[in-house]
């Protein structure tokens, strides 16, 4: 148990500097990250660089693609397997003009489980064009904080899971030019995706 | 002759009220349907059953556990949304309420497949057993589906 300690120790205290660093305003007087996480403007997105298994990806590296984002984990057998897989349904439901101007990035917030190899398994079930990607406990923190993601290790008693990771299933639309535009519930039926993301390709097209 | 007929009404009473009194186990009770179990990716370790259980006795029953002959332990798990994050956590029973059924299903209340101890192919059953707060056990086969096959069905009905 002591070992998770140090690692919830960093995963606070990033918390509070990605507040400190976004969220902070100088007429909020209250010192509580995670209402701050609430209260705060809404997320406005943007660029990370993380982790995949062919070496470091970058948000940037997708202009003039729509990007969905989901952040989950792999030991998670309900939530993000839905959530995956109704992706999968919507990027079957585009053309292979529309599919190759579209990104799907799944990052693990569950970085000590998940390594990039084993992301990369584990997306390519779904589809081969989602993208696992992780980093340092702080890398995902920030990239998180951007985009609204909360999650935190589960306390819990009585299984044999070890630990379970609580969080956020929303999945983030950002634009060809990398602005964030919507989230999705979780288990957004896969039309509604599919017609986001044709009305965000024809936009991008017609600036 | 006379005691035997007192021996023969008593005996009649007693059947007669043991019958009256008499209430199923919960594994007679309790009908389970629509079971299946979610294909997950190779090297998954953990996998989760779904069904619904339809409580069709008159006294109320209790789940308190399962096995799967497909995993080192079965859990009952629960989701539950809290702060925004999407919680899984263990539930120590489910209750099963006389002439109610309650579902199993994605997003909610499941059996976790904790320690998978091979890899689940679609189309294969796996054997599911319950475990209920009386002793009782019931043991079935759920298939094993993607999300997929799961959603087609949902389309066809």
């Given at each position: 148990m002591n070992r998770w300690i140090p690692l919830t120790l960093v995963l606070m205290l990033s918390a509070v500097l990605v507040w400190m660093l976004f969220?902070?305003?100088?007429?909020?007087?209250?010192?509580?990250p995670y209402k701050a996480l609430q209260l705060a403007q809404p997320p406005r997105g943007g660029d990370f660089t993380l982790t995949s298994a062919a070496g470091p990806v970058s948000l940037?590296?997708?202009?003039?693609k729509v990007v969905l984002i989901y952040f989950g984990y792999?030991?998670?057998?309900d939530i993000c397997p839905l959530n995956l897989s109704y992706l999968r349904y919507a990027l079957d439901g585009l053309t292979a003009q529309e599919r190759e101007r579209v990104q799907v990035l799944f990052i693990s917030v569950d970085p000590e489980r998940d390594t990039p190899q084993r992301l990369s398994r584990y997306t390519a079930y779904f589809a081969p064009d989602i993208l696992g990607l992780t980093g340092m406990p702080e890398e995902v923190a920030k990239a998180a904080a951007l985009y609204g993601a909360v999650y935190r290790r589960g306390e819990v008693e009585?299984?044999?899971?070890g630990y379970a990771v609580d969080h956020s299933a929303y999945t983030y639309l950002v634009d060809t030019s990398g602005a964030l535009q919507q989230s999705f519930d979780h288990a957004t039926p896969p039309d509604r995706i599919i017609a986001a993301i044709r009305s965000q390709l024809t936009a991008g097209e017609t600036p | 002759m006379r005691s035997i007929l007192t021996k023969m009404t008593f005996a009649c009473a007693a059947l007669f009220l043991s019958a009256s009194l008499y209430a199923g186990t919960s594994a007679e009770d309790v009908q389970a349907e629509g079971a299946y179990v979610r294909a997950v990716p190779p090297g998954q370790p953990n996998s989760a059953a779904f069904m619904s259980l339809t409580n069709k006795g008159e006294t109320d029953h209790v789940l308190v556990a399962a096995e799967s002959n497909v995993s080192k332990v079965a859990e009952l798990h629960t989701h539950s949304m809290e702060g925004g994050m999407m919680k899984m956590r263990p539930v120590e029973k489910i209750d099963l309420p006389a002439g109610e059924t309650v579902k199993l299903q994605p997003g909610g209340l499941h059996i976790m497949l904790i320690g998978l101890t091979r890899q689940l192919s679609p189309g294969e059953d796996v054997e599911i057993t319950l475990i209920f707060e009386d002793g009782s056990r019931a043991s079935l086969q759920a298939p094993v589906k993607t999300v997929q096959q799961t959603m087609e069905e949902h389309h066809h009905h």
């Open positions: 969220g902070w305003k100088s007429d909020t007087e209250d010192a509580d940037a590296d997708f202009r003039g792999t030991w998670c057998p009585n299984t044999a899971m | -």
